[in-house]
């Protein structure tokens, strides 16, 4: 297979991951106009996503790509529901910028993020009131991205879930799949599992230690859908689709994954798109009360290419990424690519 890779770059409306600046790859599959409808949903996938972060090597980000590549070679499972429902992000920011994206959002469910650098517990606690403020009756979930000790965790989960009126759960407090389960049997906040699930060597831990309540997965860096979708069974676990801050193409998958799964109990993270200031497609995919409907279709938008310095960079880490896909079997001599700007589509 012939892929033609388009970089972008987008703004962020607040740090995110410690970065300001989104950018990745978008891959349009072959012989299809790059600016026609391109179908973003179905068996007949002519456009994904590639995206992973700067600080991840050369065989994490790999999975990524294949996630890409599968999407284009396999398209999506047969989904079992239109629309998804989705929490509002609240990134960790002050409490008048936490109640005002809480507020206008019209979620019924609230992931806010905390253990910020340079923040305070106070901080977090006063995040969370400010969004049960906004949201008198929503569920509100919070995002620890592993930072916490056991005893730390154990000592500030209880101020928290008061904050929140009761907290749906917390997501990854601690860095190890280990720690989550010592963790789950002395807290009653239900725990959930993200990079224990995503970035180990063997995600089927959780469900051998019984660490999590909920499993939040990530397609992308999965390697996909289709190996999302199997590891969402193997966990046995309630799933929460989740977006690894990605733009509208990237976002159609997630949605793709979340339409396949036999249930879905809580709402999933793929309303993320308002923490960009942009979009790679032309019409992006947001939220309407609370729902995101599973797209058709995805128009790229050219204003949001690269430069030709960050093209250049991309250009030098895919041909690191395709080797390795060689190397170790997963493609082989016959895929080749190209790489533009999503800026080129406008010449």
Known sequence: MHVRFYTYSIPLT???????????????APDVDPLGPLVSRSSAVQVAEMSPFWDYGVPESSRWVLAGLEALRRGYPQPVRSRIPVNVTVPAVG?????????????????????????????????????????????????????????QAVQWLPDLDRAAGGLQYAEQPCATTAELAQLRRLVSVPIA??????????PLEVRRLAAADVAVIKNQPLGGVWRALELADQLGLPTVVSSALETSVGLAAGLGFAAALPRLDHACGLGTLSLFDGDTAVSPIVPVDGFIGVPETLTLNPAAGA?????????????????????????????????????????
């Open 14 to 28: 607040h740090q995110f991951r410690n970065i300001t600046q989104r950018s990745g790859l978008i891959a349009v």
């Open 95 to 151: 409490p008048e910028e936490a109640e005002r994206i809480a507020a206008r959002s019209g979620a019924h469910t609230a992931k806010v993020k905390i253990a910020q650098e340079g923040q305070t517990h106070a901080d977090d606690v006063e995040r969370i009131e400010a969004v049960r403020s906004a949201l008198p009756s929503a569920a509100i979930r919070v995002d620890v991205n592993g930072k916490w000790s056991v005893e």
């Open 193 to 202: 599992a993200d990079e224990s699930i995503r970035r180990v060597a063997d």
């Open 307 to 347: 430069d030709a310095a960050l093209t250049a960079r991309w250009a030098i880490r895919l041909t690191l990424i395709w080797a390795h896909l060689q190397a170790t079997g997963k493609i082989g001599p016959e895929d080749t690519y190209e790489l533009h700007s999503l800026r080129d589509l406008a010449q």
